[in-house]
């Protein structure tokens, strides 16, 4: 598959970004409305967190109808208006494809339970289970009804893991991803599609919670190919991406090469595991620049050198802020956004947007526990206290690590709820929505910088197509890598931390011009001096 490298990809979390029926519940005609929005910002596709029915135990990964719309959203009707209105205006969409698990409340779950063979072999049973832990705490198996059995769930007891092994879960799996494709959808992400490939004897494996014993196994990437065959694989316009859990280059490599006929391109997560205490998600530490400036790097590199193609992003559905999390936002919020935008869109990849960076939205800065709802969250705070922390530790590390920090409504204005909704929102709104929001956004530095960036990728060839080359590679808080392209050469330097930092600038490039930077008087000279966030790009030609 080869992918368009100018595109650029925005992510809406459907549930948060408008609701028009004032349910509390964002919608598909909030979608419609807020594409003139999406235009103005130049972004290519946008990339829509599952909207089917789903009992919602983990906000919509838990599907029990396929080919259907849950009508908290809308109905099919609105759903084909959007993707008509997106054409209308250069926008497509991609549809976010859970194909590793399903609901317990799907029908195919359910005839199994009632003891019909042909469904029994859909999901992964077993007499003795393994060790493995889920993803969401305690065991991944699960009684399977009163049989004596257990049945295999990575994620929450409500997701039960599909049997890839069995033909028939393929064919239909592959024809749910040829409904959507024949509703004129353009793209595809595959939610945790690294997992698919189990193996037929499932082995205890007491290393890093079983994970490498289910993780990038070599039959996921035929599966990969039998799916790409019977599904995308002939439309060249279409882009697809697997969100890849604990990956390495070398699989993502297979997975995104063009002669490999998988994906276009990975998702993979080890720049955001850099402020996780030796590797445990639910602790608290500040980043370590060096760990992040490494993986970039080699990520970087060994994906260019390979042929491999990258999914760049700061923020999704799952993490909090990267705001939060790499910026001192009470001091340096916009200069902050604009270096890690910079960052990820000046590099090799494609790059995509959740909801709301683009105008600096922070976490909701919550006081209680009460106002969390992930089931991840929900079940961590639990452990953390049977672990023996106290209240006041464990809320400090759900507020800092929780998946609803981005889940909250988007701020499209500083009247009620945001301007989300004019009903009671699903998920409370954050606390700087008076100032931090779309309208005062859209004339400030953030959203302008943001725009700048997506236009530049069309423009300048050498930001799509040009390799990746690590540059200051033993500077403490300067992240910089080089692009080259047909002899055209682009420098670019992020500062991390607020603390000034000079740099010599190599000979060559004291010709060069500055392409974009997100302080206004930024000059080219032997030494530059890099200033709080700063970001500086210069060319070349
Ligand atoms: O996430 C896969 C995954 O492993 C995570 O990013 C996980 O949510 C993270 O480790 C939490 O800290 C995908 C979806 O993006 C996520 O929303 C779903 O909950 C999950 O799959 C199950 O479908």
């Known amino acids: 598959m080869v992918v368009d490298k100018s595109k650029v990809v925005y992510q809406i979390y459907p549930k948060s970004f408008k609701d028009t029926t004032g349910n509390g519940i964002g919608d598909f005609r909030g979608i419609i409305e807020k594409i003139p929005y999406l235009k103005e910002l130049g972004v290519d596709m946008v990339w829509l967190n599952p909207f089917y029915p789903s009992p919602q135990r983990d906000n919509g990964y838990d599907i029990s109808d396929y080919k259907a719309i849950n009508p908290l959203f809308g109905d099919m009707a609105d759903f084909e208006e959007m993707i008509e209105a997106g054409k209308e205006q250069g926008i497509e969409f991609m549809l976010d494809m859970v194909l590793n698990h399903c609901s317990i409340e799907h029908e ?25 832990v889920s993803k969401f705490g305690g065991s991944a198996w699960a009684p399977f009804g009163d049989t004596g059995k257990y049945y295999l769930h990575l994620f929450d007891e409500s997701q039960a893991d599909l049997n890839w092994r069995n033909p028939q879960v393929r064919k239909e799996l592959f024809q749910v991803v040829n409904f959507w494709k024949d509703k004129g959808v353009k793209g595809f992400r595959f939610d945790v599609i690294n997992l698919i490939g189990k193996d037929e004897v499932l082995e205890n494996c007491p290393i890093n919670d079983g994970k490498p014993a289910y993780t990038d196994r070599p039959i996921t990437h035929d599966y990969l190919q039998m799916m790409n065959k019977a599904t995308f694989g002939a439309d060249e316009s279409f882009m697809t991406v697997g969100e890849m859990s604990s990956t390495t280059i070398e699989n993502c490599v297979l997975y995104s090469a063009p002669d490999r006929n998988e994906l276009s391109m990975a998702f993979n997560f080890h720049h955001l595991k850099v ?4 590797g445990q998600k639910w602790t608290l530490k500040a980043f370590d620049f060096e760990e992040l400036k490494t993986l970039f790097h080699t990520w970087g590199q060994e994906m260019s050198e390979q042929n491999g193609w ?9 993490q909090p802020r990267a705001l939060n999390r790499f910026v001192d936002v009470k001091q340096f919020r916009s200069e902050g956004a604009t270096m890690l935008a910079a960052s990820i869109h000046l590099s090799r990849g494609t790059p995509y947007i959740y909801m709301g960076e683009e105008i600096g939205m922070l976490d909701p800065d919550y006081d209680s526990m009460a106002d969390y709802v992930d089931v991840e969250s929900l079940n961590a705070y639990r452990i953390l206290l049977a672990e023996g922390k106290s209240e006041e530790e464990a809320l400090a590390i759900i507020k800092a690590k929780s998946r609803d920090n981005t889940r909250i409504p988007m701020q499209w204005d500083a009247s009620l709820n945001a301007g989300f909704s004019t009903g009671t929102p699903w998920l409370k709104v954050g606390k700087s929505y008076q100032t931090i929001n779309v309208e005062a956004e859209q004339k400030g530095l953030i959203f302008n910088f943001y725009k700048e960036l997506i236009a530049l990728r069309k423009k300048e060839k050498i930001i799509a197509e040009g390799n990746y080359v690590p540059a200051f590679v033993d500077s403490q808080q300067i992240y910089a890598f080089e692009r080259q392209y047909q002899g055209q050469k682009l420098l670019v330097l992020n500062n991390f931390y607020a603390d000034a930092v000079s740099l010599t600038l190599p000979e060559e490039y004291r010709e060069a011009q500055v392409l974009i930077g997100n302080y206004a008087d930024s000059k080219i000279d032997e030494s530059i001096c890099l200033r709080a966030y700063e970001t500086l790009a210069i060319i070349l030609r």
Do not use: M
């Not at 990258?310 to 799952?318: E, G, I, Q, V, Y």
């Open 108 to 132: 195919w779950f359910q005839k199994a339970l009632a003891g019909d063979e042909y469904y029994q072999d859909f999901f992964i049973l077993r007499e003795e289970p393994t060790d493995w």
């Open 310 to 318: 990258s999914a760049l992003f700061w923020n999704n559905h799952d």
């Open 275 to 278: 402020d996780y205490e030796e």
